[in-house]
T-cell receptor
Framework: GQQLNQSPQSMFIQEGEDVSMNCTSS?????WLWYKQEPGEGPVLLIA?????ELTSNGRLTAQFGITRKDSFLNISASIPSDVGIYFC????????????FGQGTTLQVKP | DGGITQSPKYLFRKEGQNVTLSCEQN?????MYWYRQDPGQGLRLIYY???????QKGDIAEGYSVSREKKESFPLTVTSAQKNPTAFYLC???????????FGDGTRLSIL
């Protein structure tokens, strides 16, 4: 099945640093979603994007829906230890099934 | 509280055995999904159901079966035909195909 290209695969940063990750696709998407998953738990929705060029914030998190509709990025400002986890992007195309395509995930570790 | 409940949290399967993973939601969502997650990979779609008594194969349906007899329930059976069943299984639901999917906390399946 189709997958998104998510990068970087992993990041190890110092507390207080800003973080940036992105996803790219060969297909156009109508929706981009960003999720966070902690060990042994299901993904939790962070931000949903529905329009090309849309920029949305959720606390210290900011995500953008790329103008080409083939990419999206997520920024985390002033990282803290509880930001640790795996971040997934997911895209939805124009099909009527609601199916999502997921990136491989970015593993974030924060050093206090 | 409204949410998606997956059970059991951990499950062990013997060779040649079928096992069933439970997924229940009280969100009154029409659509439900089953994903498989392997280390270092994104979520892969096994089966999905957009409405009661109807379901479709996802990208990796071989060795799995589902039913959707009630709106709130979407059980997944991992059959003996699935030769590599060890994975983290996630169930999700959504009100309609244009809304974000929300996830349960997963079931970890291992082979004895």
């Amino acid at each position: 099945g189709q997958q998104l290209n998510q990068s970087p695969q992993s990041m190890f940063i110092q507390e207080g640093e800003d973080v940036s990750m992105n996803c790219t696709s060969s297909s156009i998407f109508n929706t981009w979603l960003w999720y966070k998953q902690e060990p042994g738990e299901g993904p939790v929705l962070l931000i949903a994007l529905y329009k090309a060029g849309e920029l949305t914030s959720n606390g210290r998190l900011t995500a953008q829906f790329g103008i080409t509709r083939k990419d999206s990025f997520l920024n985390i400002s002033a990282s803290i230890p509880s930001d640790v986890g795996i971040y997934f992007c997911a895209g939805r195309g124009s099909s009527n099934t609601g199916k999502l395509i997921f990136g491989q995930g970015t593993t974030l570790q924060v050093k206090p | 509280d409204g949410g998606i409940t997956q059970s059991p949290k951990y499950l062990f399967r013997k060779e040649g055995q079928n096992v069933t993973l439970s997924c229940e939601q009280n969100l009154n969502h029409d659509a439900m999904y089953w994903y498989r997650q392997d280390p270092g990979q994104g979520l892969r779609l096994i089966y999905y159901s957009q409405i009661v008594n109807d379901f479709q194969k996802g990208d990796i349906a071989e060795g799995y079966s589902v039913s959707r007899e009630k709106k709130e329930s979407f059980p997944l059976t991992v059959t003996s035909a699935q030769k590599n069943p060890t994975a983290f299984y996630l169930c999700a639901s959504t009100r309609d195909r244009d809304q974000p999917q929300h996830f349960g906390d997963g079931t970890r399946l291992s082979i004895l």
